[in-house]
């Protein structure tokens, strides 16, 4: 049982380029999410699911795409990478009352 | 909507002190509420969390949050500060059954004085 994998856990991007972070959980969770934290600003919900197909929108997604195909899967594109979007970005997935997170990935885009 | 307030973003204690980590919520529905902790280059892990019941929540590594709902308040207490438990505290409040739309607070990172 890995718990809620994401990857890669380092990317270095030029502004303009695409990428897509890879998040997977293996608990059956229906409910997933992604979220960015930056410094002094705890961590801010881009885009959450809570389910295979369903996909809407957190606080914060304007400049990323998600999409859920399986109940395992839930990737966070990155179209055209901005300076704004270097963050260290956390994927989570839920039962009832408790949200597992992930490592992480830290994201630069110079 | 929901807000969380923790004050101070950084809280020194020696060790062997109390621990004191302030958290106020604001939210126009019973809150579901949390305390996570990260510890350096690592993801979040649950301490604690507040649903319904009993006010007192114990939770793991000896901390403990009371939901004050006069206050608005949940703020997170250890009796005796540990070395170990120097790391950042995140509160934050959920508006449905405690697994949907977290909002969490900015954090408070605690350093522990030898």
């Known amino acids: 049982n890995a718990g809620v994998t994401q990857t890669p856990k380092f990317q270095v991007l030029k502004t303009g380029q695409s990428m897509t972070l890879q998040c997977a959980q293996d608990?059956?969770?229906?409910?997933m999410s992604w979220y960015r934290q930056d410094p002094g600003m705890g961590l801010r919900l881009i885009h959450y699911?809570?389910?295979?197909?369903?996909?809407d929108q957190g606080e914060v997604p304007n400049g990323y795409n998600v999409s859920r195909s399986t109940t395992e899967d839930f990737p966070l594109r990155l179209l055209s990478a901005a300076p704004s979007q270097t963050s260290v970005y956390f994927c989570?997935?839920?039962?009832?009352?408790?949200?597992?997170f992930g490592p992480g990935t830290r994201l630069t885009v110079t | 909507a929901q807000s969380v307030t923790q004050l101070g973003s950084h809280v020194s204690v020696s060790e062997g002190a109390l621990v004191l980590l302030r958290c106020n919520y604001s939210?126009?529905?019973?809150?579901?509420l949390f305390w996570y902790v990260q510890y350096p280059n690592q993801g979040l892990q649950l301490l604690l969390k507040?649903?319904?019941?009993?006010?007192l929540v114990k939770g793991i590594n000896g901390f403990e949050a009371e939901f004050k709902k006069s206050e608005t308040s949940f703020h997170l207490t250890k009796p005796s500060a540990h070395m170990s438990d120097a790391a950042e505290y995140f509160c934050?409040?959920?508006?449905?059954?405690?697994?949907?739309?977290?909002?969490f607070g900015t954090g408070t990172r605690l350093t522990i004085i030898p």
């Open positions: 989570a997935s839920s039962s009832q009352y408790e949200q597992y």
């Open positions: 699911s809570v389910g295979a197909g369903i996909t």
């Open positions: 608990m059956n969770h229906e409910y």
């Open positions: 507040y649903t319904t019941g009993a006010t």
């Open positions: 934050a409040v959920s508006d449905r059954f405690g697994n949907e739309k977290l909002t």
């Open positions: 939210s126009s529905v019973p809150p579901y």
